[in-house]
């Protein structure tokens, strides 16, 4: 017997030093990491002591004789990994991280944001130093995307907010939450209580279509859809016209895999979550039948992972619908389905795309209807949205890289909502570089750059660090890259001094933010919600405006 890793695994690589036999791959040193869709433990090495299990923050490990249905084909998956990559020891005995000697003394780091990049590289300063950080963020709530961005009916994905609060209890951490740097303190003030800063804000807009009626009314991004549905203050008194047969998410990578779900699973299912109130009572009264994903390229190029595109084999009451002439690949990526040495998860992409284009749909389910080689040119309609129109792409190879160019073929489809789900892009930060092309701040290894130089004491984690890529789980490699240069700045005397502490700090936050909320108020709110959320048979019934969060927070 073996244990498997799932679907829902997160990629922190948690469990990687916890294996007493070497056997999960592929570890953070190694190139595949970074493009790697999960982890997999070899079946074969694997020696049942639960180690990993105990370690996984999502619950995303299982032994092989007890998964769900749903999860069965993780055993193959898992073994197919290590047929295309034969697991060889590492060898090299894993070297603990670096601590800054006591000697230097209190290390203060302010962390702005709340989010995963942002406990992450919290978490890696408190194992790393003796340190006081100070985590702001602008909303009464920690946890970023983990509350306001990951789909309800993925609770296992939420659970990583478990080991940030497990690792947060200490004093020498505090919330300091509902403060917006920019408004209530500035970049310089931030430098004058702190050795040093780490931006982990993330990336809050959206790309854009650039096509003509993409403002139409029914024409939103899935950002904001997301945000909708997960009760994020700022978005909870949105409105989405869900009362046609049809939606179009354009994009197809996992996020649009969420909103297609949440568009069609039962209302009854969702009841089970904490989906924000107002988005439940929505979804009842949908008339939705149909959710279209379109994306730009083919079956072997789609963004949306594997395991997201398997899980949904397994929704109640609904179809997955694939049209088989869409499978009909190009020369160059049939040459690639066929090469013995593709990676087995972007086999199984296709494997599974022929799987729901053989299947027959059932009279009177629900769909999600993949198309393939399709691009939007315009959103249509008079006075809201109507439809959308789009032209068909070919394949063809630049410089290495599959591209899609449009062909002259054109069609249309009728839609009462249309959807964006084409990527995040970040913000510029008052004060600190940015750069517009990218939508990053300038870093080498974190640390922020000016014109190609360091800027002392300004660090990044993240999204914005790194642009909008990786699931949860990545920020923590990232995080530890940021923290392991911050603290060797530390320790080599290249962060000035702070010139006022924490109780200063407290005294400045209180005048100028008598509503900031604490490790109290933010206990205050988590326990509120779960008692609500139990009486319900919920995790939490959400609050979801800012002066619900903070009359909450106050008891």
Same mark, same amino acid.
């Given at each position: 017997?073996?244990?498997?890793?799932?679907? *829902?695994?997160?990629?922190?690589?948690?469990?990687?030093?916890?294996?007493?036999?070497?056997?999960?791959? +592929?570890?953070?040193?190694?190139?595949?990491?970074? &493009?790697?869709?999960?982890?997999?433990?070899?079946?074969?090495?694997?020696?049942?002591?639960?180690?990993?299990?105990?370690?996984?923050?999502?619950?995303?490990?299982?032994?092989?004789?007890?998964?769900?249905?749903?999860?069965?084909?993780?055993?193959?998956?898992?073994?197919?990994?290590?047929?295309?990559?034969?697991?060889?020891?590492?060898?090299?005995?894993?070297?603990?991280?670096?601590?800054? +000697?006591?000697?230097?003394?209190?290390? *203060?780091?302010?962390?702005?944001?709340?989010? +995963?990049?942002?406990?992450?590289? $919290?978490?890696?300063?408190?194992?790393?130093?003796?340190?006081?950080?100070?985590?702001?963020?602008?909303?009464?709530? #920690?946890?970023?995307?983990?509350?306001?961005?990951?789909?309800?009916?993925?609770?296992?994905?939420?659970?990583?907010?478990?080991?940030?609060?497990?690792?947060?209890?200490?004093?020498?951490?505090?919330?300091?939450?509902? /403060?917006?740097?920019?408004?209530?303190?500035?970049?310089?003030?931030?430098?004058?209580?702190?050795?040093?800063?780490?931006?982990?804000?993330?990336?809050? &807009?959206?790309?854009?279509?650039?096509?003509?009626?993409?403002?139409? #009314?029914?024409?939103?991004? $899935?950002?904001?859809?997301?945000?909708?549905?997960?009760?994020?203050?700022?978005?909870?008194?949105?409105?989405?016209?869900?009362?046609?047969?049809?939606?179009?998410?354009?994009?197809?990578?996992?996020?649009?895999?969420?909103?297609?779900?949440?568009?069609?699973?039962?209302?009854?299912?969702?009841?089970?979550?904490?989906?924000?109130?107002?988005? %439940?009572?929505?979804?009842?009264?949908?008339?939705?039948?149909?959710?279209?994903?379109?994306?730009?390229?083919?079956?072997?190029?789609?963004?949306?992972?594997?395991?997201?595109?398997?899980?949904?084999?397994?929704?109640?009451?609904?179809? /997955?619908?694939?049209?088989?002439?869409?499978?009909?690949?190009?020369?160059?990526?049939?040459?690639?389905?066929?090469?013995?040495?593709?990676?087995?998860?972007?086999?199984?992409?296709? &494997?599974?795309?022929?799987?729901?284009?053989?299947?027959? +749909?059932?009279?009177?389910?629900?769909?999600?209807?993949?198309?393939?080689?399709?691009? #939007?040119?315009?959103?249509?309609?008079?006075?809201?949205?109507?439809?959308?129109?789009?032209?068909?792409?070919?394949?063809?190879?630049?410089?290495?890289?599959?591209?899609?160019?449009?062909?002259?073929? &054109?069609?249309?489809?009728?839609?009462?909502?249309?959807?964006?789900?084409?990527?995040?892009?970040?913000? #510029?930060?008052?004060? /600190?570089?940015?750069?517009?092309?990218?939508?990053?701040?300038?870093?080498?290894?974190?640390?922020?750059?000016?014109?190609?130089?360091? /800027?002392?004491?300004?660090?990044?984690?993240?999204?914005?660090?790194?642009?909008?890529?990786?699931?949860?789980?990545?920020?923590?490699?990232?995080?530890?890259?940021?923290?392991?240069?911050?603290? $060797?700045?530390?320790?080599?005397?290249?962060?000035?001094?702070?010139?006022?502490?924490?109780?200063?700090?407290?005294? %400045? %936050?209180?005048?100028?933010?008598?509503?900031?909320?604490?490790?109290?108020?933010?206990?205050?709110?988590?326990?509120?919600?779960?008692?609500?959320?139990?009486?319900?048979?919920?995790?939490?019934?959400?609050?979801?405006? %800012?002066?619900?969060?903070?009359?909450?927070?106050?008891?």
């Amino acid at each position: 017997m073996a244990y498997v890793i799932t679907q *829902r695994c997160c990629n922190d690589a948690s469990c990687v030093p916890e294996c007493p036999v070497d056997c999960i791959r +592929p570890t953070p040193e190694q190139r595949e990491f970074a &493009t790697t869709e999960q982890l997999y433990i070899d079946p074969d090495t694997c020696i049942d002591c639960g180690a990993c299990v105990d370690a996984c923050p999502v619950d995303a490990i299982a032994s092989e004789d007890d998964l769900l249905a749903s999860l069965a084909r993780f055993k193959d998956i898992n073994a197919a990994y290590f047929e295309r990559h034969p697991l060889e020891s590492n060898f090299e005995p894993l070297v603990a991280p670096s601590r800054a +000697p006591k000697e230097l003394g209190t290390l *203060r780091v302010a962390v702005i944001g709340a989010g +995963p990049a942002a406990c992450y590289a $919290a978490e890696e300063l408190l194992r790393r130093a003796d340190v006081e950080v100070e985590l702001f963020d602008r909303l009464p709530t #920690p946890y970023g995307l983990v509350r306001a961005g990951v789909a309800p009916d993925h609770p296992g994905t939420k659970a990583v907010s478990s080991l940030f609060e497990s690792a947060f209890r200490r004093e020498a951490l505090q919330f300091r939450l509902n /403060v917006e740097v920019g408004k209530h303190l500035s970049h310089q003030e931030l430098l004058d209580h702190h050795h040093a800063v780490v931006y982990a804000v993330g990336a809050a &807009t959206d790309r854009r279509l650039n096509v003509p009626g993409e403002d139409l #009314p029914g024409s939103h991004s $899935a950002t904001e859809f997301v945000a909708w549905y997960n009760g994020h203050p700022d978005f909870a008194n949105r409105e989405f016209d869900l009362s046609g047969e049809r939606a179009v998410i354009v994009g197809n990578g996992n996020v649009a895999l969420d909103v297609a779900r949440v568009l069609t699973v039962h209302p009854d299912e969702l009841g089970k979550t904490d989906i924000a109130d107002h988005a %439940l009572d929505a979804l009842r009264r949908s008339n939705i039948q149909e959710v279209v994903v379109l994306g730009r390229r083919g079956p072997l190029q789609a963004a949306y992972t594997s395991s997201e595109f398997l899980a949904l084999a397994h929704l109640k009451g609904i179809d /997955v619908i694939v049209d088989p002439a869409d499978l009909e690949l190009d020369h160059a990526s049939q040459a690639l389905l066929d090469d013995p040495e593709i990676e087995p998860s972007l086999k199984l992409k296709y &494997t599974l795309a022929q799987e729901y284009a053989a299947k027959t +749909p059932t009279p009177g389910n629900k769909r999600i209807v993949f198309r393939y080689l399709v691009s #939007p040119t315009a959103v249509t309609g008079e006075g809201k949205v109507e439809g959308i129109e789009f032209v068909h792409n070919e394949l063809v190879q630049e410089n290495g890289r599959t591209v899609a160019i449009a062909s002259d073929r &054109t069609d249309s489809l009728g839609a009462s909502l249309v959807l964006r789900s084409i990527g995040y892009r970040g913000e #510029p930060v008052a004060d /600190v570089p940015f750069d517009e092309e990218s939508g990053v701040i300038p870093n080498e290894h974190g640390q922020v750059l000016a014109d190609g130089e360091p /800027v002392q004491g300004v660090y990044v984690s993240g999204w914005i660090k790194r642009g909008p890529r990786g699931v949860i789980g990545s920020n923590r490699v990232d995080s530890q890259e940021t923290v392991d240069r911050l603290i $060797a700045d530390f320790v080599a005397g290249k962060l000035a001094a702070p010139t006022a502490g924490r109780a200063a700090l407290e005294a %400045l %936050l209180a005048e100028r933010q008598p509503d900031m909320v604490g490790r109290d108020g933010w206990k205050a709110i988590d326990q509120a919600e779960r008692t609500a959320g139990k009486a319900a048979g919920r995790p939490r019934v959400k609050f979801t405006s %800012l002066e619900d969060l903070l009359k909450a927070a106050k008891g």
